[in-house]
């Protein structure tokens, strides 16, 4: 009986390991200082406030989102002559958002202001 459960559960735990969780979104630049100008920019035009508006419509700031331009190891987001700017999500305490709700309203509250950026 014990072996028959095991082998229930686990498919449903390689299915959980495989599954795509999302903890950060990256878009590649020509360059280290139009990746931080950009993360500079939608950060000062309230990106936070914004992409919580996304999820409950209201405009408060959500604790542990932001941009990252240098820092980190680089993934094979982008070729190996552009520089990546990371959308990441990392509340220090329990949060009411989770990474898979946060960071596809982050996204698109950066898509609308890399427009306004384009726009200056």
Do not use: H
Not at 9 to 18: A, K, R
Not at 73 to 92: G, M, R, T, V, W
């Amino acid at each position: 009986m014990k072996i028959s459960s095991l082998v229930f559960i686990l498919p449903l735990f390689i299915i959980s390991c495989t599954s795509t969780y999302y903890d950060e979104a990256s878009f590649c630049f020509a360059s280290k200082s139009e990746a931080r100008n950009v993360g500079r920019f939608i950060m000062d035009n309230g990106f936070t406030s914004r992409t919580r508006f996304f999820l409950d419509g209201t405009t408060q700031n959500i604790e542990g989102l932001g941009v990252a331009w240098a820092g980190f190891k680089p993934d094979d987001s982008c070729n190996a002559n552009e520089f990546q700017l990371k959308l990441i999500y990392e509340p220090k305490q329990q949060s009411v958002f989770n990474k898979a709700d946060v960071i596809p309203a982050a996204k698109l509250a950066y898509k609308l202001a890399v427009k306004e950026y384009s726009a200056l």
